[in-house]
């Protein structure tokens, strides 16, 4: 087994949601961050980030419930808003007041979600190409998410031929096949199946309409990262994201396509390190 395919998330907490698998790198001693993915992939995309990071501060991954190595299970709430409140359960149970935190994609609502809405409080916020903006979900996503009864039907051939092709198209550099495999996985068992397009199902741009209008109350530090080559969420919204956000800084992380972490992690590394270190 490589480095890169020993990613473990040893430990679990029962969330509201059901029960989300945890890890924690680095010395307990040092400033806590708090690293958020979003959809449809697991805590996995930001190893070689968090094991980059743990060498100055304690940092905790998760995967989120119905995703990666957490529970799955029929009629689950995992829409942006139980999200939301699990990880502000999650805080809690860590015992952490004003970590850092840095998500990416729909973890990015997730954070923005428990800070304006739960009172969860961070020292400082860091987004990637984050979905945060309307209007956000690509055709292909809606119907998707319209017919989810009929595609939770599919042969597992075509259901991982499908989602192999989505997750995918997230990185402008092209994943290795072993990263796209260990991306794809825990959607292509039976239950697997049926939680990709459930959560497809559940999210729709409501969760970011209840919040978007309050992004001016944030008063916390707030970097925005964004890949040039991003064709999910395309960088305009990153300028007009940080145009939101009072002293909001951006940086755009050229050649990286949506899945930033895949793409330019040295680069996402050297900025989040940056940011990270006047908190110190």
């Known amino acids: 087994m490589t480095v890169e395919d020993a990613w473990v998330l040893d430990r679990t907490f029962p969330s509201s949601s059901g029960e989300v698998r ?29 094991r980059a990071l743990a060498r100055d501060h304690r940092v905790y991954v998760w995967d989120l ?46 954070a923005l979600r428990a800070h304006l809405l739960h009172g969860a409080r961070y020292s400082r916020l860091a987004l990637v190409d984050p979905v945060a903006l309307a209007p956000w979900g690509s055709p292909t996503y809606r119907h998707l998410g319209a017919h989810a009864e009929v595609f939770e039907q599919l042969p597992p051939a075509l259901h991982r031929a499908l989602v192999r092709e989505y997750v995918g198209s997230a990185s ?24 990709f397009y459930r959560q497809i199902a559940q999210n729709d741009q409501r969760f970011t309409d209840e919040i978007q209008g309050r992004y001016g109350e944030l008063e916390l530090p707030v970097l925005i990262c964004w890949g040039t080559e ?29 899945l930033v ?20």
């Open 65 to 110: 419930p119905g995703y990666g190595a957490s529970e799955k299970h029929p009629d689950q709430d995992v829409t942006l808003g139980a999200q939301a409140r699990v990880f502000t359960e999650l805080l809690d149970h860590w015992g952490l007041d004003r970590p850092a935190v840095a998500a990416h994609d729909f973890g990015g609502c997730v």
């Open 172 to 195: 402008h550099q092209g994943l290795r096949p072993a990263v796209l495999d260990r991306l794809v996985d825990p959607w292509c068992t039976a239950e697997g199946q049926r939680a």
């Open 22 to 50: 945890w890890a924690a790198l680095g010395s307990p001693e040092l400033p806590p961050v708090v690293l958020v993915h979003g959809t449809p992939f697991s805590s996995y995309v930001w190893r070689a980030v968090a």
């Open 230 to 258: 991003d064709s999910w969420i395309p960088v305009a919204k990153g300028h007009e994201l940080a145009k939101g956000i009072p002293g909001a800084e951006l940086r755009l992380i050229a050649g990286a396509g949506h």
């Open 261 to 280: 972490q895949e793409d330019a992690p040295a680069e996402l590394t050297a900025e989040l390190s940056r940011f990270l270190r006047t908190a110190l």
